[in-house]
């Protein structure tokens, strides 16, 4: 019973799906260049030179555009690797030094808490150990505090390269259109112009 019931959705999905497929398929619409408007072979040319144009402006831009994700998957692994990759120095040189000193701090303030820690662990006077506590403590708060700043910088890091490596796509397609611009038919995101 159980392979029965896969068996059966299988064999009702080919019969739908012959059903829709046979349905009123005519070759003379779908070859037919009136639909798209092409009522001269001038028409077909210039939709042809057109969608060649398309298609090296978009194969350059495939080529020369930078991957958004990869960006910001490197900067997740090390701050400032994704600005470095779209050559913007002197951003990734200030978020990489930014990190490091606030791990670095955070990482040297809870060294120092873990050495008073380990003093009020041993201690066995009341006195003592309210003292090593209160040495710890600062410490520790200062610690967790640049831990979360580092935290902070960390994911504007993440969020700024998203946002440099978009605006650095648009500048790519912007510079390819500018200088395919002498030509008649010039593409932007937002549409087609066609220059006479």
Known sequence: ???KIPCLLLLLFIVFSVKILSADFSIMEFSNPYKYEWFEEEDRITFRDSLEYRTMI??????LKQSTMTNALKTAFLPGWGHFTLRSYTKGQIFLGAQ????????????????????????????????????????????????????????????DVIVETNQHNWNIWNDLVQQNSNQALIITPTGITLRF
């Open 100 to 159: 490091l000193a606030l791990l670095g701090s955070s990482l040297y303030y809870y060294e120092k808490a873990m050495i008073h820690y380990r003093r009020y662990e041993k201690a066995t006077q009341i006195d003592e150990i309210n003292e090593h506590y209160d040495n710890a403590l600062l410490p520790y708060r200062q610690s967790n505090l640049l831990l979360g700043l580092f935290i902070v910088v960390w994911g504007y890091t993440i969020y």
């Open 58 to 63: 978009l194969s350059e831009y495939d080529e």
């Open 1 to 3: 019973m159980i392979h």
